[in-house]
Structures are given as structure tokens and as C-alpha cells.
């Protein structure tokens, strides 16, 4: 091993709060992993550990309450770190920013209520892409560091640089270049694990763990016997990084490539999608808000379940969540009933998909059967609401709504929180929340829906949302075990708002 290289080794587990198991199962994994490290703690005092989601630690209190102070005693002695995922590790492209701060804000609360301490470590290790308001709402909540796998939008780059948000706001970041995995899963060799890393400094962040891994003790020896490496706390390692941060490369944007991440799962199960944004905006629209309604909200904003990707079984639990938040239902103003030309630019499209509850895959396409698609339209002040209904039977198809905007050469720009704003590429498929705009030098068009989670802008002007996207499976095999989800494939009846307004034009055409 090269003598000049420092080694990080930062033993963790991955926790899901339900995927391909339900929550029951999970947290026994979760006591059966943390009573090892307890153990372990108690004949090797150099091991160390990280703990990062509030759930299941406030589940451990509950459960299992003399373990719970076990771990208690190892934070308080500086042997396990607590970081930051949140309540429970959401999905940051499908929820609000308002709710990823109230997560980040849950856990600091727990974590000085409980241990005595702030956590430093923003631990996005497989949330889907990282949008670019993170490095603000990380520093907001007193978060320096962020740590994070799926998204990186310079590939080729190294694992350690600053990250300049979309605001100008900066965050000292590492990114998992090999995934959450690499010693332990991926590897079993800590040399080998080393060799693969590709680090910005001499110091070398190796995460030691994977999926409710349990610590193996022979693997936990060769840390021991390797003369340049050493267990360590994350936030160890970045207090030795920001002697070298003047040294690092700064990169700016937003972490969605297409680079170790998902497309498709933006628009799985919509109608779960459609229960968590109605929860969500009741919540938000409150002056106050009981923990508990935050604590449900934030439940099924969980990465796996937010964005589609659990199994069947889990989401009837999810969904009792959810509407334990009384949701209002909204007095529609009076709207004038709108028949113009305009109307000629919008049609819908129908394809055949391939995919699975992770990546979009539409193949042909298939002729729309008459009348199944009920499209109304309203004015309203200077904008013009859409309103889709359907009675979806098209098994494995995927639905979307197509604008033609006429225009060309546009700026295609989305509204990220507040006044921050960033600009984005043609011919891609981001997550709708909020609004985006697609304008050019003298007019251009606004658009913003609860219901849709997807958008995509061409370079032929045309706007595609998803509407519905039918799938069967968990995944191919990639992602995931091949595991049928039938209830995914959201046959039945939908309705969808959509808006739009002008930018430059007065009245509509």
C-alpha cells in the first residue's frame, strides 16, 4: 500500500425504511446490525461507525431501549457519528425544499435531544440526483459537509471538491465514486479497494459497509494490519480535507446526470405521487404543524417509496401515513371555459413500455383509442388550466401530454426554491416540482403541476409530461430483484392539473 496515502476506512450500513422488505423486517436487520457493533466496540475500542436516519434510531429507543443506550454511550465517547439523512433519506427531486429542511431539521433536533451533539455530515448516499439548492439547504441547517453517490455530473472528475449550488452557495463535498460499497461488498481486499479510489488528495475516504451490511471481523483485522489506514468518523476525514480546500476542484450545477442513476422512476406509481404532493401542500399551507404530521409526510418521502421503487406490499402502510393528514379539498374559482386555437397544439401521446419501476423505456407507439382521454380547459387570469381526465387501461404503456410551444432555440429554466433558479438542458427528463419556464428573447410559456412528475422540453419546442406510466415489474435485474408489482401498473381513473401561463404574450392564441 502507498505509504503516502492516509486511509480513511468509514464503516456504515445502508437503511432502507421498505424496499423489498417491509419496515417490520428491516428494523430487525437494524438491531441484529447495531448489537454487532456494539460488540465489537467492546473488545476493539479503534472501530468506528456511523449512524444517519432519526426513524430508525427512535425506533431502536422504542424496541430495543438498552441498546439504544449502548449506542447512546459510543457517541457520546466520539466512537459513532451521527450524520444527517434525515428522518428518513428522501428522494430530493420529488419533494418540496421546504420538507428536505424539515428532515435535515428532525434529525439535528433528535440528535441534540438524545446524544448531545450537532451532526456536521450531510449523508445523501442514494438519494436519485441531487438538485441545486442542496448545498444551500445542507448550509442552512448547519451542515458543512455532504456526502453523496447517484448523480455526479462530471464523471471523470475526483471524489473530493467544493460544490457550488445554484445560488453560489458552496458545500465541501465527496463523492462516493464507486458507490456506498466499495470495501466489504464490492471489495474484500482493502488494497484493492484502495487502488480502485480516486481521490483529490492523499487522503482516502474508503465507505466500509453496503445494504444492512453486518461488520465482518476479518475484514475489520486487515484495516488493522494496514500501516496507512485507520477506522475513522466522516467528519475526521473532512476536517483533514479543509487543510487541503484551496487544493480542490470546484464544480458547479446541479448532480442529475445520467451517470450512475435512474430515469423512469420520476413517474412511477403516480397515484402515490399524487397522495404525497396533496399531503404535502396541506402541510406546507399551515401555520402550524404537528411533528407527528411532518414525521408521516416525511415517512413516505423515503427515497424507495417517493419515487416508486418498493415493492407492492409496502405502500398501503405509506399511504395510511399520508392521509392521517387532513387534506382540504380546494374551492375551484370560477374559471371561463376556453375553446381557442391553442388548443390545436396540445395532444397526447401513447407508447408501449418496456421499462421497469426504475428506467423509462417506451418503445413504439400505439394509436390512443377514441374518447379515452378527457381533456377540459379554463382561463384564469392570465394563465390556462388543463385538466386530463382518463380511465387508464393500457397495461405497460406509458401516457404523456405533448405542447407544442412554438418555440425554437429556447432557455429552458427550472424554479428550484424561493429566488433560486437554474438553467437546463433540452432533450432531457427532469422531475417536475414546482415550475419551469421555456422562453426565448421576446415570448414564452410557464408551466406547473402537482399532479405530473416528469418533464421533458425538445429542441422542437415541444413540452412532454407523463401522465401515467404503466409497469409490472421491480426491476430487470440492475436495480433490484426481478419482482412482479402489479398494482404498479395503475390501471383505473386519473385526473391531472396542469398549468400554464404566458411570459410576453398578453392573451392566449
Known amino acids: 500500500m502507498d505509504l503516502e496515502k492516509r486511509v480513511f476506512v468509514i464503516p456504515h450500513f445502508h437503511y432502507d425504511v421498505a424496499w423489498i422488505r417491509k419496515e417490520k423486517e428491516y428494523l430487525k436487520m437494524v438491531y441484529k446490525i447495531l448489537g454487532k457493533v456494539v460488540k465489537i466496540m467492546e473488545k476493539d475500542h479503534e472501530f468506528r461507525y456511523v449512524v444517519d436516519q432519526a426513524f430508525y434510531l427512535q425506533e431502536l429507543k422504542t424496541e430495543k431501549p438498552k441498546l439504544f443506550l449502548q449506542v447512546a454511550e459510543e457517541i ?62 445542507a448550509k442552512e441547517t448547519g451542515l458543512r459537509y455532504y456526502v453523496f453517490w447517484r448523480g455526479m455530473n462530471l464523471p471523470e472528475s475526483t471524489q473530493e471538491f467544493v460544490w457550488f449550488g445554484a445560488d453560489g452557495s458552496s458545500v465541501l463535498t465527496h463523492w462516493m465514486k464507486h458507490g456506498y460499497s466499495l470495501f466489504g461488498y464490492n471489495f474484500k481486499d482493502l488494497m484493492r479497494a484502495v487502488n480502485v479510489s480516486d481521490p483529490s488528495t492523499n487522503l482516502v475516504f474508503i465507505p466500509f459497509g453496503a445494504d444492512f451490511y453486518i461488520p465482518d471481523e476479518k ?14 468518523l466522516p467528519s475526521e476525514f473532512f476536517k483533514e480535507l479543509e487543510k487541503h480546500e484551496n487544493e480542490l476542484p470546484k464544480i458547479e450545477g446541479e448532480m442529475l446526470s445520467d451517470f450512475c442513476n ?13 397522495l404525497y404532493r396533496r399531503a404535502e401542500r396541506e402541510i406546507l399551507k399551515k401555520d402550524e404543524v404537528r411533528e407527528e404530521e411532518w414525521k408521516n409526510l416525511l415517512y413516505a418521502a423515503f427515497h424507495d417509496l417517493i419515487c416508486g ?11 395510511k401515513k399520508l392521509r392521517k393528514i387532513k387534506i382540504e379539498r380546494k374551492r375551484e374559482r370560477k374559471a371561463r371555459s376556453y375553446k381557442g386555437k391553442f388548443l390545436r397544439r396540445i395532444s397526447f401521446e401513447l407508447k408501449a413500455e418496456e421499462g421497469d419501476l426504475y428506467h423509462t423505456i417506451p418503445s413504439m407507439e400505439t394509436e390512443l383509442p377514441p374518447n379515452s382521454v378527457k381533456l377540459e380547459s379554463f382561463l384564469k387570469n392570465s394563465g390556462l388550466d388543463l385538466i386530463v381526465r382518463i380511465d387508464f387501461q393500457h397495461p ?18 427550472h424554479h428550484l426554491w424561493k429566488n433560486v433558479w437554474t438553467e437546463r438542458k433540452l432533450n432531457t427528463s427532469y422531475a417536475l416540482n414546482d415550475f419551469f419556464e421555456y422562453k426565448d428573447d ?13 418533464y421533458e422540453v425538445r429542441d422542437t419546442g415541444k413540452v412532454y409530461l407523463t401522465l401515467v406510466r404503466s409497469v409490472q415489474i421491480l426491476s430487470h ?3 433490484g430483484p426481478r ?23 398578453k392573451e392566449w392564441l
Open 483 to 505: 419482482t412482479m408489482c402489479p398494482k404498479a401498473l395503475e390501471l383505473g381513473k386519473h385526473l391531472f392539473k396542469i398549468s400554464m401561463s404566458t411570459l410576453g404574450k
Open 76 to 137: 457520546s465517547e466520539g466512537r459513532i457519528e451521527v450524520v444527517n439523512a434525515g428522518y428518513a433519506m428522501p428522494d430530493l427531486n420529488l419533494i418540496s425544499p421546504s420538507a428536505i429542511k424539515k428532515n435535515y431539521e428532525i434529525m439535528n433536533d433528535f440528535a441534540e435531544r438524545e446524544f448531545n451533539t450537532k451532526p456536521k455530515v450531510a449523508w445523501m448516499i442514494d438519494c436519485f440526483g441531487h438538485p441545486g439548492m442542496m448545498p444551500k439547504l
Open 396 to 413: 405497460r404503456h406509458i401516457l404523456r401530454i405533448v405542447v407544442n410551444t412554438g418555440i425554437r432555440d429556447g432557455r429552458l429554466t
Open 219 to 232: 475484514l475489520i483485522q486487515q484495516v488493522h494490519d494496514a500501516e496507512s489506514a485507520r477506522f475513522a
Open 442 to 454: 421576446n415570448n414564452g410559456f410557464r408551466f406547473h403541476s402537482d399532479d405530473c412528475f416528469d
Open 309 to 319: 421503487t418498493g415493492i407492492d406490499e409496502v405502500y398501503p402502510y405509506a399511504e
Open 262 to 274: 435512474f430515469w423512469g422512476y420520476y413517474s412511477s406509481r403516480i397515484s402515490f405521487k399524487q
Open 477 to 479: 435485474g440492475d436495480a
